[in-house]
């Protein structure tokens, strides 16, 4: 971004010098996005702030009434809030974890070469493509008390005496939904792993094993080395992803059983959609919004540090 | 243990156990898809039978001639205009979010102005916004306009989920394209619009058809919005014409399977077809050529 | 000239047109799908009282169950719909929340002809808020096979009797688990509690505070958790829902359920069923002074609080509650006029099962009539989960439920 553009001696053509018609025709070509995101994302976001401001409680009787940040230490001061917090974060990492880690494995895997591992570098996307509902629904019938594939593989193996309500203890149940994730995703981060692998200079392997060095030490120190930017990259990526969750647990759970799986936009919708409770919506939202304002930071961060790094 | 053999035989060794692995890869990977489609095949008693039947007694294609067919149930017929909306809607967000987006990326990538920094980064922002955040005053003007139900809004929803990611992903397509390009045709008398189209496009055509494919998927995926904006088929998309096999008091995991298998055939075709691309999408975003 | 009379016809039509179209008064109804009367129902009487009302469009949208809730909160008040089709535990919480109108004042004719607890689930804070339009209770379903092979010739009529019946078919070893219950951790659970509460005695809620902890209801949940206990209900039951003991039932593998009216359909199903023929339908068996009880599951119509034709939605919303349609369709859901189950139409379509409701009608329980009921239900659900699952006492548990009910009453 330090280059100069040198300008052009002679410009037949619109736009080709001055920096004050770059800058007109920069928001030119700016201007539809531009517009689209203002009032489709920043008009309702401000609207939202509003929201938080207010009494929106459509069953309260001070609806309407102007309330400042009352809201906010409404929110943060109930247990609720942490709850739902503390499992989403429960949520964000053990699935991160086991998306990282089994992605990690499966780039390991991908990259070699052994008959057959082109057609599975094609099939392994394939969770990832189908569509997040598609997998939910799915999942949820795997996972079926009575009829699901899940108990009856178990069963079969011998590995469970009787078949096991698999979404219907709390703890249980959100480990569920981790692994519907993780089958899912997994992939995804897999692919990212693949691909800086593939950077990696061969005649450094040979170098380390020449050297005498084993499969854990060439990759500790060849492999790892050079797979730690593209795993802050991928890490920080996914864990904003799986905060903002939802689609998975209003197929899945439903926020159940006993709020085990009560993620935090599941909250904000439950109190928006059923409870009435408007403001109290809007204000879980937005300590998200703020929660990934700081995700978002920490990314650009990250990413201007790869820059300088290349 | 056996005193270790020649290198020859331990790559051999080496290459059965990542075969084992693979396979145990494969086997992760596909029983799940395998399950959800052997399901839609299965008469409903073999479904709901305990133990089950594997593989089960009956199986048929009944149900997906009920949802393409003449003469099936209703509601199997409509998950056809379902299919028919996310279809359309997918494709008009894809190919107005390329157009939209690869000029607003240019722009970032090419020119300089004002608040450039901080408008990509709001950009971001907005991106990842989840949105629950912006759902509520969104639906209060929407139904004012009396935009609801229709496939337009969706549309518009969507592009604002996914102009920000192609914005952000095309950018550094545009940015790795050598200036020396642009800076010959402008002295050759080029206006900065005919050498986005000349040069720009064409070169960064392969980014353009991974962002497109990724922003295809993203539509083809979104379930919050069209749970909330659509109710009947004039707009309604697949995911929420899934969640309609949930009844009040009966669930339909047969229809939920079948209907799962049509929503994921155009994914899975365009994730085996173009894997390259969006191999390249996904990581292009930090590669510099 | 011919020209002229041809533009100048073709511009009084288009006013006509106009005129006629801006008399026109649409309405936007909203209904759901896969239960209560069918889409083909719904459009036929639709269309009827179109045909009746020439001045008045009627617009059906179908969704899904699940959906009903959001799609009425996020159009209510926007006018989005002027008729919706609500749900009995919704009440409370959209009278307060301003979502949907009183509606005018029925005629005491119709009002006493009407179940009273069916009009009951519409009543908040001495107004009604809805037409009752579907009516749905829960009966207890017998397998007539087992019974008989067990040495009864009829289905119990108090809990005491069904408990020795079932005591004798466990010890006979006709079936291991004769009781199934829907008692999973959803909104089916409160439906069973409101039934057995009520045959205890009890209430869940007076006045809109919960009255959760006091002896009757502990007597109720006692039953419940011995129930179980002594083999006598299927411990699964705690994981199943209407459908999964359809599926129990239907397989032979109990002699009593309590459920919706529609599960007479699905057990009679040869395709899905093995005891067609065998079941029996009957009144949830009373207890002590209660000679009966039971949940009401029905729904009523409502006009939205955001509708610009209410005097019109009315009209709609009393034709399609009114006696000609549902004398008309009363297949998927039976009638709230109580003249009407004398009828040969009505009766003809269900007679074992009408011959029945006729007198279960007259003991339904509604569920709380709270505005926090949805966290009210969500909150007990797991608490009477922690007593079946013995993690807690009846006596524990309900007085945990009676403090955080009282918390969310504020």
Known sequence: MHRVVPQPARGRGRGGEGDLSEQGFAFLLLSPAALLIVVVVLVPLIITFVYTLTDMNLLSDTKGRFMGLANYGAVLGSSWFWESLGRTLYFTFVSLILEVGLGLL????????????????????????????????????????????????????????????????????????????????????????????????????????????????????????????????????????????????????????????????????????????????????????????????????????????? | MTRARGPGARRRGFTVFQCAMGALVLVFVMAPFVWLFISSLSERRDLISVPLHFPPGRMSFARYAAVFGPGGEEIARAFKYALFNSLIVASLVTVIGLVVGALASYAFARLRFALKEKLLYALLFTYMIPPIVIVLPLYVAINALGLLDKKVTLVFLYLSMTIPFIVWVMRNYFGSISRSYEEAALIDGCSRLQTLRYIYVPMARPGLIATGILAFLLSWDEFFFSLIFTSSLAAKTIPVAIAEFTGKNTVDYGMITTGGVIASIPPLLIAIFFQKYIVMGMTGGGNKE | MAKKSIVLFALMALVGAGLWAADKVVLNALFMKQAGFSEEDITAGTKDFMDKNPGIQVNLTFVAYEELEQKILTAAAAGGYDVVL????????????????????????????????????????????????????????????????????????????????????????????????????????????????????????????????????????????????????????????????????????????????????????????????????????????????????????????????????????????????????????????????????????????????????DYIVNRPKVPYYSAFSSMLQVKIQEALLGRKSADQALKEAQTEGEALAQ
């Open chain 3, 86 to 361: 609500s749900d009995g535990p919704f009440t409370a919480k959209f009278a307060k929340g301003g979502i949907v109108k009183e509606i005018p004042p029925l005629a005491a004719a119709d009002k006493a002809d009407i179940f009273p607890g069916a009009l009951d689930a519409c009543e908040y804070l001495g107004k009604y808020w809805g037409m009752p339009w579907i009516n749905d209770v829960r009966y207890l379903f017998y397998n007539k096979k087992m019974l008989q092979q067990a040495g009864f010739k009829n289905p119990p009529a108090t809990l005491d009797e069904m408990i020795a019946q079932a005591k004798a078919l466990k010890a006979k070893k006709i079936v291991e688990y004769p009781i199934v219950l829907p008692w999973n951790q959803a909104e089916t659970l409160t439906c069973d509690f409101t039934t057995i509460t009520a045959l205890f005695g009890g209430a869940m809620a007076k006045d809109g505070k919960p009255t959760l902890y006091n002896d009757a209801n502990k007597k109720a949940l006692d039953w419940m958790v011995a129930a179980i206990k002594q083999g006598l209900v299927n411990p699964k039951s705690i994981t199943y829902g209407e459908d999964d003991i359809n599926g129990v039932f239907a397989g032979g593998n109990a002699a009593f359920m309590f459920n919706w009216t529609y599960a007479y359909g699905v057990t009679n199903d040869p395709s899905q069923s093995k005891v067609v023929g065998d079941v029996g339908i009957a009144m949830i068996p009373g207890n002590g002074k209660v000679k009966s009880a039971t949940v009401n599951g029905g729904q009523p119509l409502s006009i939205a609080s955001g509708s610009k034709h209410p005097n019109e939605a009315w009209a709609y919303i009393l034709y399609m509650t009114g006696k000609d349609f549902q004398r008309a369709h009363p297949t998927n859901s039976l009638p709230i006029w109580r003249s009407l189950y004398d009828d040969p139409n009505v009766v003809k379509s269900n007679p074992d099962v009408v011959k029945v409701a006729k007198t279960q009608y």
């Open chain 1, 106 to 310: 499966f780039a390991l895997l991908l990259a070699g070469s052994f008959p057959g591992v082109g057609a599975l570098r094609a099939l392994v996307i394939l969770p990832w493509a189908i569509p997040t509902n598609v997998s939910g629904a799915l999942w949820k019938w795997i996972l079926h008390p009575d009829y699901g594939a899940l108990n009856a593989l178990l069963s079969w193996l011998g590995l469970i005496k009787e078949y096991q309500a698999w979404l219907g203890q709390p703890w249980l149940a959100m480990n569920m939904v981790i692994l519907a994730d993780v089958w899912k995703m997994a992939p995804y981060s897999a692919i990212f792993f693949l691909a800086a692998l593939q950077f990696i200079n061969r005649s450094l392997y040979e170098a380390a094993r020449i050297d005498g060095a084993g499969v854990f030490r060439r990759f500790r120190y060849v492999t790892f080395p050079h797979l730690v930017p593209t795993l802050l990259v991928v890490v920080v990526m996914r864990s904003m992803e799986k905060f903002k969750a939802f689609d998975l647990f209003y197929i899945m759970t439903k926020g159940g059983p006993a709020n085990g799986t009560k993620v935090l936009t599941y909250d904000a919708y439950l109190r928006g959609f059923d409870n009435l409770d408007y403001s109290a919506a809007a204000t879980i939202s937005y300590v998200i919004a703020f929660l990934v304002l700081a995700f978002t930071i920490v990314y650009l961060r990250l990413g201007r540090q790869e820059d300088i790094h290349d």
